[in-house]
Nanobody, 116 residues
Framework: QVQVVESGGGFVQAGGSLRLSCTAS?????????MGWYRRTPGKQRELVAV???????NYADSVKGRFTISRDNGKNTVHLQMNSLKPEDTGVYYC?????????WGQGTQVTVSS
């Protein structure tokens, strides 16, 4: 069964940090698949936050550059998102998926709430 599980969200004050993790089954995550973290913030459509390819350059949305770091552990089928200097506008539900995303691979996401 195809499965994506995101974890690590929570409630944090502005300026704080959180580390998100995503574990995906092998049909989604493999050594040649680009993986991404996405988020849906209040009043907005889901947006791409960060992409990590199998090889090559990592890319970030302008809004998170210098604050967020994406990484992957191919041996554990896991992708992480280290989020530092969090801002209230980072509040939302965070998801991981392939890049480009496939609709059938959306998981439940993990809620991140940043208070001012």
């Amino acid at each position: 069964q195809v499965q994506v599980v995101e974890s690590g969200g929570g409630f944090v004050q502005a300026g704080g940090s959180l580390r998100l993790s995503c574990t995906a089954s092998g049909s989604i995550f493999n050594r040649i698949t680009a993986m991404g973290w996405y988020r849906r913030t209040p009043g907005k459509q889901r947006e791409l936050v960060a992409v990590i390819p199998a090889t090559g350059s990592i890319n970030y949305a302008d809004s998170v550059k210098g604050r967020f770091t994406i990484s992957r552990d191919n041996g554990k089928n896991t992708v992480h998102l280290q989020m530092n200097s969090l801002k209230p506008e980072d509040t939302g539900v965070y998801y991981c998926n392939q890049f480009p995303a496939l609709s059938r691979y959306w998981g439940q996401g993990t809620q991140v709430t940043v208070s001012s």
